[in-house]
């Protein structure tokens, strides 16, 4: 039976699981058609929006007299900035286009684009992050609060690079199984505010529970090793940042690949596979 491409919904308007997994098929689809430059630019502005919603929840972290549970929801609600404005206002983030291997399995592109895509679309957010860092230098940022939040980004970032290859690679696996749920279900949405809505508790819970995100990380680390150049004290190197974002990014794929976007597609895209894929 020939399957449409207009999404189905079962209550109250919201997609089925299996509409979601077709409408996903189908953005995988336009992402990998997308010409490089701009993938490029649009990858660039992802890394950009991704450091914003750090710095925001560095803002909350700078804040000594929070308590432990209040500091991690706050930071968390804050850092879903940057997963909102890159579902809301469209931008290439490679934690959530890690779904994107639903196109090659379901046969609408080659797996050679879904490479391509996901090496440029890492390159343009590790840029983005990278000069959005250096702007916050320049802008002075790390002075806020007395000085607590350039403490604070320093403090984030040594605790990320003393984490063991192991555990960062498995707390990369948990974050992004829950950044490719909120990706999935964002997909879905009909308005702005089901945009933030779908990014909200999965980004908290990320963030709040101290998982790996390694485009954040591309920004926390770099971020500390300006600053330590800029005279605020820390012990971050260059090793520990490749040490972190190796295992981060690994983690990342293994989440979001394996735990998302291959199981759903299992479930719900498997039956039709090679028999619609060209009927779009």
């Known amino acids: 039976m020939k399957v449409t491409e207009k999404p189905s919904s079962s209550y109250s308007g919201a997609m089925t699981p299996a509409s979601m997994e ?4 189908r953005v995988a689809q336009t992402k990998a058609g997308t010409d490089l430059a701009s993938a490029l630019v649009l990858s660039v502005l992802a890394g950009a929006f991704i450091a914003m919603g750090a710095t925001f929840m560095l803002v909350v972290k700078s804040d000594a007299s929070l308590p432990f549970v209040a500091t991690q929801l706050l930071g968390g609600f804050s850092f879903t900035l940057g997963l909102f404005l890159i579902l809301a206002a469209g931008a290439e983030l490679f934690t959530g286009n890690c779904l994107m291997v639903m196109g090659p399995l379901a046969g609408r592109f080659s797996w050679g684009k879904l490479f391509a895509n996901w090496g440029i679309v890492l390159l343009g957010n590790l840029v983005g992050s990278v000069l959005a860092a250096a702007v916050l230098i320049a802008a002075g940022v790390a ?9 604070a980004a320093i403090a984030v970032a040594e605790g990320k690079v003393a984490l063991g290859w192991g555990t960062a690679f498995a707390r990369g696996v948990l974050c992004n199984m829950l950044v490719c749920l909120a990706v999935w279900i964002g997909h879905s949405a009909n308005s702005v505010t089901d945009k933030f809505f779908s990014a909200l508790l999965p980004v908290m819970a990320f963030m709040a529970a101290g998982f790996e995100h390694c485009v954040a990380n591309m920004f926390f680390l770099p971020y500390a090793l300006m600053l330590q150049v800029s005279g605020v004290a820390g012990s971050v190197d260059l090793a520990g940042v490749v040490h972190n974002l190796s295992a981060a990014t690994l983690g990342n794929l293994v989440g979001g690949v394996v735990l998302v976007g291959c199981s759903y597609w299992f479930v719900y895209g498997r039956s039709r596979a090679g028999k619609d894929a060209h009927d779009h």
């Open 22 to 25: 077709l409408k996903n098929e």
């Open 143 to 151: 002075s806020s609060n007395g000085g607590a939040l350039g403490e």
